[in-house]
């Protein structure tokens, strides 16, 4: 972690000392001869800052004493001290987990290439210059270069899985309500999820497996008490799917993609196909549109959850000169606190929700996010349109990682790096990035990934169906080689 922070600058916090007396008291825990099973015990993983970490992390009888920042990497929240603990981190905790560090990610989770951190963008371990990916970049380096196994990153567009695609390990971005938001920093609350980031699909399926869970304490969290064996995706995760049927959108191979993600995602198709899948071509038509509709209801969402950083409430508070009002104060400190992008991300959410373009924008959103629903539905149930499908599959991303400072100047070539991941979030579907070749860019050789899709609460399913191409190939298996 020391080695690569300098680097990297992935991780916005460092946890050294209690890490290790952590992980003396679960070496403790374990040789009593009552010890419980602790599925991640001594397991270091890595935290994105926008999950909250209290002072109140314990295993059973020991305070831990971790700092409780939740920075959400914005100087907005620099000096916020989170009072508990995000059920997910605390979960990952209670089965063992050490955390050894919270990890950069753009401002608020608003980004896809971790440059709009306040405090300085992430490098790829694949290439320094390169980003890598957003907006959970540094979760995803972390795994990527070997500080950990596993990290835990949120995914409101693509924020997992994107980045697990262009540092080469595996992202998991559940069905909404699977895994507890409670203690995750809002950006778009119908889109954001917890997930994991891990460096193999068993890894990621542990992890899983760690976080799912009914939780009181998030409205959002789905009730399944009676299909509990569902949390369990490791049991058979090594049996391969028999008469797998996999889609393939035509809206997934198109001149958008960089030739180098075209031939790997054409590479993939043929790797399932040799495993004895049937390949099955069908039409996601709202590909296009998910773009403008995931940025129209996730940035309404966004103007709405940001409103609570004004200087009084939360966050970093302005000085307000002698004459200066309520008016100065909230104007000041936000510009002050936050960051470009997220400025331009809440004036346009309120844009769309004003008076006079709410109809002509924020609910013809909602109607185009029914539609890419019923779309995914389609494919899944078969039918009319045509056989019914185990999962569909996608590139992650249409591009490997790009220089940094590369698209910082372009907005809409950085939301369209994220055009095959929003639909998922907007359709509260499970889908996992599994890594899938290599491309020669600048002399340097970049990850890509492939993306599967698979109905609501089949996260069992689609991980075995990844795990399938995981033991075909050998991608996962390989890792950078920073510069000294």
């Known amino acids: 972690m020391d080695a690569a922070q300098p680097r990297l600058r992935a991780f916005l916090q460092m946890f050294p000392e209690q890490a290790i007396a952590h992980a003396r008291r679960i070496d403790e825990a374990l040789a009593r001869p009552d010890a419980t099973h602790l599925p991640l015990a001594g397991v270091p993983v890595v935290v994105k800052d926008n999950i909250c970490l209290g002072p109140d992390l314990h295993t059973p009888g020991d305070a831990m004493g971790y700092a409780g920042r939740t920075t959400c990497g914005s100087r907005m ?12 981190a605390q979960r990952f905790i209670d089965a063992g987990a050490v955390v050894i560090a919270k990890s950069n990610l753009d401002e608020f989770a608003m980004g896809s290439s971790t440059e709009h951190s ?56 559940p069905t909404y309500g699977r895994v507890s938001r409670y203690g995750l920093v809002a950006y778009a ?6 997930g994991p980031i891990a460096t193999t699909v068993p890894d990621a399926a542990l992890a899983l497996g760690v976080l799912s869970g009914f939780d009181p304490r998030d409205s959002t969290s789905a009730s399944r008490e009676q299909h ?11 049996e391969p799917i028999a008469n797998l049927r996999l889609g ?21 198709v043929s790797t ?37 950083y004004d200087g009084v409430r ?12 309520l008016f100065e104060l909230y104007a000041r400190s936000r510009s002050e606190g936050l960051g470009r992008e997220v400025k331009r991300r809440i004036m346009l959410g309120t844009h769309v929700l004003s ?36 999962a569909v599959l996608t590139p992650t991303a249409p591009n490997p990682a790009f220089r940094i400072g590369e698209k910082t100047s372009d907005a809409l070539a950085m939301y369209l790096e994220d055009v095959y991941t929003v639909g998922v979030n907007l359709a509260g579907l499970p889908a996992v990035s599994i890594p899938a070749g290599f491309v020669t860019e600048g002399g340097s050789e970049l990850p890509v990934g492939v993306q599967l899709v698979s109905p609501a609460f089949g996260e069992a399913r689609m991980l075995r169906i990844a795990r399938m191409f995981e033991r075909a190939t050998s991608f996962h298996t390989r890792a950078p080689v920073m510069p000294a």
Not at 77 to 88: D, G, M, Q
Not at 276 to 304: F, H, K, N, Q, W
């Open 77 to 88: 929240l620099e000096a916020y001290l989170s009072p508990f603990t995000a059920t997910a």
């Open 118 to 173: 306040a405090f300085g963008p992430t490098s790829n371990p694949w290439d320094i210059g390169r980003v890598p990916g957003g907006s959970s970049g540094g979760s995803a380096a972390a795994v990527a270069a070997r500080v950990c196994p596993i990290a835990l990153g949120s995914d409101t567009g693509g924020s997992v899985r994107q980045p697990a695609a262009m540092c080469g390990v595996v992202g998991v971005k």
């Open 189 to 194: 609350s119908s889109l954001d999820q917890i």
């Open 228 to 238: 509990a064996h569902e949390n369990d995706f490791l049991s058979r995760i090594e």
């Open 248 to 268: 393939v959108p035509r809206q997934a191979t198109s001149g958008a993609n960089h030739p180098g993600v075209e031939r790997a995602f054409v590479d993939a």
């Open 272 to 308: 399932f196909r040799s495993l004895g899948a049937e390949i099955i071509d069908i039409d996601l038509p709202m590909t296009d549109a998910g773009i403008a509709a995931y940025y129209i209801v996730a940035l309404a969402e966004a103007s709405s959850n940001l409103a609570r």
């Open 314 to 325: 939360y966050g970093r508070r302005a000085e307000v000169r002698p004459g200066e009002g």
């Open 355 to 390: 008076s006079g373009y709410y109809d002509a924008y924020y609910a013809t959103a909602l109607r185009a996010r029914r539609r890419t629903l019923q779309d995914y539905q389609a494919a899944f149930a078969g039918g009319g349109a045509g056989p019914r499908c185990d």
